[in-house]
């Protein structure tokens, strides 16, 4: 299979999830602010939304999304509990982190990242951000991962999200259960792995 992604970006994710699960895959950069590939093509050719992550399977079938995505790779390895197995409260947990860090933490460092919004609206939605950080640091406390003992794609995706937390100039000391934990998550050899492939280390 092939992932397609931007360094850095919110498809860290699954290339994390794709190293963590063992399968067999090619990770093809795709600057989301080019749209050059490689090959020199252009990436709306494969993806007219532009946008990354994009997975295109052996047979051709692509997913778009990253909380689909990674749960599609999880369950390819079900032995690496990445995911809980469908239909279990615990996967609809997981489902339920997924979207919180998709649309209260992805989303809410989006307008930090955008040159055109005025600062008034930056200075909300990072208050916005904190106020969801200092909730997240109640719920770490006392779990090696979100979920418990068991590392999952979850946890990938918010290591990812709050990478970005430095360049935006948010301090994330005032958290330090979410700051051991994302030293846990950094350690781990998959996403090292991942980190060196998009050239982040």
């Not at 590939?37 to 494969?46: A, E, F």
């Not at 946008?51 to 999880?74: H, K, M, S």
Request: glycine share 8%.
């Amino acid at each position: 299979m092939k992932l397609y992604y931007s360094p850095g970006a919110c498809s860290l994710s699954p290339h994390i999830a794709l190293h963590e699960s063992g399968l067999a895959h090619e990770a093809i950069a795709a600057p989301t602010k080019t749209h050059k590939l490689p090959d020199g093509s252009d990436y709306y050719q494969v993806n007219p939304l532009g946008y990354v992550p994009y997975l295109v399977l052996d047979d051709g079938t692509a997913l778009r999304e990253g909380p689909a995505i990674v749960q599609y790779i999880a369950d390819q390895v079900p032995d690496k509990k990445l995911a809980p197995p469908n239909g279990t409260l615990a996967r609809y947990q997981l489902q339920s982190w997924l979207n919180f860090i998709g649309t209260e933490l992805h989303k809410g460092f989006s307008p930090l990242f955008n040159p055109a919004m005025p600062d008034e609206a930056k200075a909300l939605s990072k208050e916005r951000l904190l106020g969801r950080l200092k909730w997240l640091e109640g719920e770490l406390a006392g779990k090696t991962y979100l979920m418990g003992d068991d590392f999952t794609v979850a946890d990938g995706y918010l290591f990812v999200v709050t990478n970005w937390a430095k360049p935006m100039g948010i301090d994330l000391s005032p958290y330090p259960n979410l700051v051991a934990y994302r030293g846990r998550v950094a350690a781990r050899p998959a996403v090292q792995a991942a980190i060196k492939h998009e050239g982040l280390l």
